[in-house]
């Protein structure tokens, strides 16, 4: 897969391993930053960055990291088109793919340890969505993403 990766000050140890492991893994790796010399970096534009790409479809998923998450994964379902899931482990990562059909990654590097994430990255894309009444599911949250009622 081609996947759009990028981490703020408290996630590019996490990244830097992640990738090793990716490219190991034959992925296609595109490092959207940050640098581990950046300093103190905003997470908000690094998420517009890997969600962008993901939407347009040069990247096939995108992973995000940060020091929780919470904020990246507030600010990646900003984006519309993307579905990002907050995964601390393998189970939640079994869940945001197979029945979210997420399309970006979000760890918190604070709170997970590196040999965990690397088992999650490795869930994460390999679950396959399930579709069924989870389709649908994902189909009102579209709904919701343009701005349109479910309530009728
Ligand atoms: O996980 C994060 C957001 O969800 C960020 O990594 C975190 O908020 C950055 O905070 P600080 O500048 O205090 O390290």
């Known amino acids: 897969m081609r996947i759009a990766i990028a981490?703020?000050?408290n996630g590019v140890g996490l990244k830097r391993r992640l990738?090793?492991?990716?490219r190991a893994a034959g992925h296609v790796v595109d490092d959207r930053g940050a640098d581990e010399a950046a300093?103190?970096?905003?997470?908000p534009p690094l998420c517009e960055d890997v969600c962008r790409r993901v939407v347009a479809g040069t990247a096939?998923?995108?992973?995000?990291?940060?020091g929780s998450g919470q904020g990246e994964v507030i600010a990646c379902n900003k984006i519309a088109g993307i579905r990002a899931g907050l995964c601390p482990d393998v189970w939640h990562a079994e869940i945001s793919r197979?029945?979210?059909d997420a399309n970006?990654?979000?760890?918190?590097?604070?709170?997970?340890?590196?040999d965990l994430?690397?088992?999650v990255?490795?869930?994460?894309?390999?679950?396959?969505?399930?579709g069924a009444e989870h389709a649908r599911r994902v189909a009102m949250i579209a709904t919701l993403e343009r701005g349109d009622s479910l309530l009728g």
């Open 104 to 114: 970006v990654l979000v760890l918190g590097a604070k709170v997970i340890d590196p």
């Open 117 to 119: 994430a690397e088992q």
């Open 98 to 100: 197979g029945n979210n």
């Open 60 to 66: 096939d998923r995108g992973i995000v990291v940060g």
């Open 121 to 130: 990255v490795a869930s994460w894309l390999t679950t396959p969505f399930k």
């Open 39 to 43: 300093g103190t970096i905003d997470y």
């Open 7 to 9: 981490a703020d000050h």
């Open 19 to 22: 990738i090793e492991a990716l």
